[in-house]
């Protein structure tokens, strides 16, 4: 089945930075990547998400980018606020929900 | 609508009790998901269901039965609580099976002790 590392486990970055958080996944017939963004004691909320059949996807300071050939994906969030600070969840699917395989988490914090 | 609830938000078992997870949904989703957080990990699929009446097993279905009698409601039921299953559990629910946003509940924190 499918399995999903995730890196790195945590990451600290100065307000106004950039963070980068990447993803690799193994079966290769996966085509469906979302990212969650989970803050402290609540549920996880999807905050973007790429389909197989393109390479990027922006939503304002949020973007993601995906390598087939490679097996990986990447969020990248840029000008880091602190109400950005959460734990990140990437995730990997073929066709269905069903067969989703979620990555160990980032846990980003934003300093002010 | 409120989307998906569950019930309770914390409860402490002992080994060997059983006890029933709530999940309601009011958005008409066919889909709902259980999944399992352990601490400092990501989300596993215990089970899912495609509609009333239907459920099949996630990844992680050992220990755990659901049932799904309508659409709105997907039950999971733990009969003999473990220290292995202290978690925290979530319901999801989707519009449909194929790469869709997967809505959560707010989640229920079991403890066993």
């Known amino acids: 089945g499918e399995n999903v590392e995730q890196h790195p486990s945590t990451l600290s970055v100065q307000e106004g930075d950039s963070a980068v958080i990447k993803c690799t996944y193994s079966d290769s017939a996966s085509n469906y990547f979302p990212w969650y963004k989970q803050e402290l004691g609540k549920r996880p909320q999807l905050i973007i998400d790429?389909?197989?059949?393109?390479g990027e996807k922006k939503d304002q300071r949020i973007a993601v980018t995906l390598n087939k050939t490679a097996k990986h994906f990447s969020l990248h969030i840029t000008e880091t606020q602190p109400e950005d600070s959460a734990v990140y969840f990437c995730?990997?699917?073929?066709?269905?929900?069903?067969?989703?395989?979620f990555g160990a988490g980032t846990r980003l914090t934003v300093k002010p | 609508n409120a989307g998906v609830t569950q019930t309770p938000k914390f409860r402490i078992l002992k080994i060997g009790q059983s006890m029933t997870l709530q999940c309601t949904q009011d958005?008409?989703?066919?889909?709902m998901y259980w999944y399992r957080q352990d601490p400092g990990m990501g989300l596993k699929l215990i089970y899912y269901?495609?509609?009333?009446?239907?459920?099949d097993k996630g990844e992680v279905p050992n220990g755990y039965n659901v049932s799904r009698s309508t659409t709105e409601d997907f039950p999971l039921r733990l009969e003999l609580a473990a220290p292995s299953q202290t978690s925290v559990y979530f319901c999801?629910?989707?519009?449909?099976?194929?790469?869709?946003?997967?809505?959560f509940g707010p989640g229920t924190r079991l403890l066993v002790l």
């Open positions: 958005m008409n989703h066919n889909y």
């Open positions: 999801a629910s989707t519009n449909g099976a194929r790469q869709e946003t997967q809505y």
């Open positions: 790429i389909r197989s059949n393109v």
């Open positions: 995730a990997a699917t073929t066709y269905n929900n069903n067969d989703m395989r």
């Open positions: 269901s495609v509609g009333a009446g239907i459920t």
